[in-house]
């Protein structure tokens, strides 16, 4: 993954507008959530790494707009994780018993 904060900022940007396409898309599945959630993990280990680094003031204001996104990322990921387990509980729920009087 790129090692700049400007490069980590644009995949989390991207990261968020996956996640937004699936929404639209009314893509609810587990599968698609584990894929979003692996691409999250690896952001976040990208950040573990940017923290690690010096990075001058200018750099360093980069770095906190990254983790900011970052925070967006999981907010968004959180959201899309409720919307997959609201879809697959009404797919999930029994029918209804039909009363008999």
């Known amino acids: 993954m790129n090692s700049s904060p400007r490069g980590g900022r644009s995949c989390l940007s991207h990261a968020g507008l996956h996640i937004d396409r699936e929404?639209?898309?009314?893509?609810?599945?587990?599968?698609?959530?584990?894929e979003e959630e692996q691409s999250l993990e690896r952001l976040?280990?990208?950040?573990?790494?940017?923290d690690r680094r010096q990075f001058t003031d200018v750099a360093e204001t980069e770095a906190?707009?990254?983790?900011?996104?970052?925070?967006?990322?999981v907010a968004a990921l959180n959201n899309y994780a409720g919307?997959?387990?609201?879809?697959?509980?009404i797919a999930s729920d029994?029918?209804?018993?039909?009363?008999?009087?």
């Open 83 to 89: 919307l997959v387990y609201d879809a697959t509980r």
């Open 44 to 50: 976040q280990r990208w950040m573990v790494d940017l």
């Open 23 to 34: 929404i639209a898309k009314k893509k609810f599945t587990f599968g698609e959530l584990e």
């Open 64 to 73: 906190a707009a990254a983790r900011e996104a970052l925070n967006g990322s």
């Open 94 to 101: 029994p029918m209804p018993e039909v009363d008999n009087a």
